[in-house]
T-cell receptor, first 116, second 118 residues
Framework: KNQVEQSPQSLIILEGKNCTLQ??????????LRWYKQDTGRGPVSLTI?????NTKSNGRYTATLDADTKQSSLHITASQLSDSASYICVVTPRGIYNQGGKLIFGQGTELSVKP | EAGVAQSPRYKIIEKRQSVAFWCNPI?????LYWYQQILGQGPKLLIQ????????DSQLPKDRFSAERLKGVDSTLKIQPAKLEDSAVYLC????????????????FGNGTRLTVT
């Protein structure tokens, strides 16, 4: 069964510190892996998208890595800010037999709280 | 570009009543999704449209939920009758074309409708 598991479930860090969120998946083969940020009361917003052939992608202070061999991805946040407080969701797109995109598989999310 | 628009933002109804949500995707986006997000969980796909055709509705509780996307643009999601367990945020999202070969375009989400069933 295709699954996406995220850890930790929640995390509290102090402003200015770095943190790393983990995503393990069993989806194979897959087209891409995405990280989304969801602020409270808002819809998720795309941070990064990596295809199966990429192993790192940066977006400002956010850096995502992908190890297709171990089926793991991480999202590293550098010099955290109060505005980084949000839920971070890992999403994997299976690759269909005709190479079309399949139904996205969402992780449960990691709730990050940045304290002053 | 304008984002995905959803309305209403909040809705409170009693169980057994009916409710409808509306979504206007980003112009030109062929694929439209409705997701249900229960507090503390990731979004769960209810239905996916490709233009005005249904691609996947396998997780839609068809005895009470219905959705349509007339003319391949706007979409409505209806619940009739509502149950307590339907309390959730209903997210609409769109993308250029999820069905294209190796489409890697991101999903653009609306801010959702928070439904409370009492």
């Amino acid at each position: 069964k295709n699954q996406v598991e995220q850890s930790p479930q929640s995390l509290i860090i102090l402003e200015g510190k770095n943190c790393t969120l983990q995503c393990n998946y069993t989806v194979s083969p897959f087209s891409n892996l995405r990280w989304y940020k969801q602020d409270t009361g808002r819809g998720p917003v795309s941070l990064t998208i990596m295809t199966f052939s990429e192993n790192t992608k940066s977006n400002g202070r956010y850096t995502a890595t992908l190890d297709a061999d171990t089926k793991q991805s991480s999202l590293h946040i550098t010099a955290s800010q109060l505005s980084d407080s949000a839920s971070y969701i890992c999403v994997v797109t299976p690759r269909g037999i005709y190479n079309q995109g399949g139904k996205l598989i969402f992780g449960q999310g990691t709730e990050l709280s940045v304290k002053p | 570009e304008a984002g995905v628009a959803q309305s209403p933002r909040y809705k409170i109804i009693e169980k057994r009543q009916s409710v409808a949500f509306w979504c206007n995707p980003i112009s030109g986006h062929a694929t439209l999704y409705w997701y249900q997000q229960i507090l503390g969980q990731g979004p769960k796909l209810l239905i996916q449209f490709q233009n005005n055709g249904v691609v996947d509705d396998s997780q839609l509780p068809k005895d009470r939920f219905s959705a349509e996307r007339l003319k391949g643009v706007d979409s409505t999601l209806k619940i009739q009758p509502a149950k307590l367990e339907d309390s959730a945020v209903y997210l609409c999202a769109s993308s250029l074309d999820q069905w294209r070969d190796r489409d890697n375009s991101p999903l653009h989400f609306g801010n959702g409708t928070r439904l409370t069933v009492t």
